[in-house]
């Protein structure tokens, strides 16, 4: 990437005389910590969060539309009180919802402060640079929270937080179709045939 970069500043002066700079007091950390949180940024912005939120709107729709659906609720898979098909969905849709919000919500980090995160070799090169306040008003120019006390690595702490997050808006969904093919077998639902298809299929 810094060769890469090195060619592209080839054709602008200014551009060119700093090119030696662009790997200045780096790890490889500092490129990659970044890369990736920008990377699970847009994922997050452009894809993961539209389309949960499309889906949410779907089964808060059918949860109003079907909201005084009478149906048999069950215990222990015994026949137990009534409820409505549309509180069973809104159930789905309320725990979605709490998910939605951590996955909105989890800060994602980044670091620029050198091989072991101490600026050992930007205070080397130029001691009288604010290098903290430099630090930080980089990794946020690029909308990240910064991290200002790392080692080699940004820890990664976040990525936990997120991908859990995304884990159990998965396990919501998958408890979702198992409710909805328990009703299927209960022969609440019957399935659609399509031209073509056969069985399970």
């Not at 909201?67 to 898979?77: C, D, E, F, Y």
């Not at 800060?107 to 600026?119: E, L, R, T």
């Not at 930080?136 to 690595?153: D, G």
């Amino acid at each position: 990437v810094e060769y890469f970069l090195k060619e592209q500043f080839a054709g602008d002066e200014e551009l060119n005389r700093v090119s030696e700079f662009l790997h200045f007091a780096c790890t490889s950390e500092d490129i990659n910590n970044l890369c990736h949180a920008l990377m699970l940024t847009d994922a997050r912005n452009s894809t993961i969060l539209p389309l949960c939120d499309q889906l949410i709107i779907q089964l808060a729709a059918l949860a109003k539309l079907h909201g005084s659906q009478a149906m048999i609720a069950r215990t222990h898979g015994q026949t137990a009180s009534p409820t409505t098909l549309g509180k069973e969905i809104a159930i789905f849709v309320h725990r979605l919802q709490r998910q939605i919000q951590t996955i909105s919500a989890c800060h994602i980090y980044g670091k620029f402060n050198g091989a072991v995160g101490n600026f050992n070799a930007h205070l080397a090169a130029y001691p009288d640079v604010n290098w903290m306040v430099v630090s930080e008003s980089f990794v946020e120019s690029l909308n990240l929270t910064w991290n200002p006390h790392t080692t080699q690595i940004e820890s990664h702490d976040y990525m936990a937080e997120y991908f859990h997050a995304l884990i159990r808006f998965n396990t919501i969904l998958t408890d979702f179709c198992r409710d909805m093919w328990g009703y299927i077998s209960l022969g609440y639902f019957r399935q659609k045939t399509r031209a073509g298809e056969i069985g399970s299929s």
